[in-house]
């Protein structure tokens, strides 16, 4: 796909008018309903994303702190005073301080495998969208400049024929068609296009969730 480089930026907003719609007749309403469905679809899951990404860094990052303050707190009840002098307590301690080094070390562990099987995954799927985003709106740019033109052939159609008229308006349709052909390829494009980025989550999502999933069970049963 032209847009998908496996690099958003760009604020969310209607692309493409629909009071700007209403009057440009050569291009049909059913196509834009369809444009607008697809990239609506598409937002909604960059948004999806984006939120995805942001609570799973906070999980892994809530986990190394609850793990680096269970090792800080065994390790502060070790200089205690107490353990010095009572034998009994400085071996519960001890055992626990151990304990919480083990979870520490099996907690960073399954960070890091969450960092690379779904963080890491999650951020590239992300910056896709900045160059379809910039697609779209050059796809928007392109739609303005058909509508000026197209308006300025019916202004002509709707004037008395006159030779001078008439060479103008050849003239308009001359500079018109390209800009209609060139709307027409990016559109086609992108409705070809948007529909498989959008159905491709599944396949490229459910390896990590996978991953994620066993990252937990291991970290669960290694301490347990």
Known sequence: MSWIHFKIGQPKKQIVPKTMLSDLLSIPQQ???????????????????????????????????????????????????LCDQDQKFMESVTALDTAMRRMDAFNQEKVNQIQKTTIEPLKKFSNVFPSLNMAVKRR??????????????????????????????????????????????????????????????????????????RAQKWAFFSVV
């Open 31 to 81: 196509v834009e309903r369809d444009f607008e469905r697809e990239y609506g679809k598409l937002q909604q899951l960059e948004d999806q994303i984006k939120k995805l990404h942001k609570d799973m860094k906070k999980s892994t990052e809530a986990d190394v702190a609850m793990s680096k303050s269970a090792v800080k707190i065994s390790s502060d009840l070790l200089t205690n005073p």
């Open 140 to 213: 928007e740019q392109t739609l303005q400049d058909y509508k000026r033109l197209q308006s300025k052939v019916e202004k002509y159609e709707e004037k008395e024929k006159s030779g001078h008229v008439v060479v103008k308006l050849h003239q308009a349709k001359e500079e018109l068609r390209p800009v209609r052909e060139d709307f027409e390829a990016k559109n086609k494009q992108l409705l070809e296009e948007m529909p498989k980025f959008y159905n491709s989550r599944i396949d490229y999502f459910q390896p990590s969730f996978e991953a994620l999933i």
